[in-house]
């Protein structure tokens, strides 16, 4: 089954925008740089839980902090007590880099250029054992 909705069925003109009360969640790490960014991803999750209704939902813990943003709307909303989050190892190309949409976007030259920090953080995972 594919679920390819229009843009009026996610973002209809007349809604009103929720608040998703994430406390310090939403202003660490990466909420510092991108203000109201998770506030956005909840607002997409939310709807595509409740017209869904997943029993499992999967995501990476690359985004360790959006997965916990995310169980965090969880926690919030009652509608989805039933679901059971699963946060998964995640998945890397050959040379190392995640699989991820946003590195889709990436050119041949900018894939290269975390490599550095990837050979990094195999390193100190083989070391610490820290993933």
């Known amino acids: 089954m594919l679920f390819y ?3 009026e069925e996610m973002y209809p003109p ?3 925008t929720r608040f998703y009360d994430l406390g310090h969640l939403e202003h660490l ?3 510092t740089y991108r203000p109201g960014h998770f506030q956005g991803v909840c607002q997409v999750v939310d709807k595509l839980f409740t017209i869904v209704k997943p029993d499992q939902v999967f995501f990476g813990q690359k985004d360790y902090q959006q997965c916990m943003v995310i169980k965090k709307l969880m926690d919030l ?3 989805f007590s039933g679901i059971n989050m699963n946060i ?3 998945m890397r190309e050959e040379s190392g880099l995640a699989m991820s949409s946003r590195n889709m976007r990436l050119s041949e030259e900018e894939k290269k ?4 920090y990837i050979r990094l953080y195999c390193l100190l995972n083989k070391i610490c054992g820290l993933v």
Do not use: H, L, S
């Open 77 to 79: 909303t009652p509608a």
């Open 14 to 16: 007349e809604e009103i």
């Open 88 to 90: 998964v190892p995640t």
């Open 5 to 7: 909705p229009v843009v």
């Open 29 to 31: 790490y990466e909420g």
């Open 113 to 116: 250029m975390p490599q550095q």
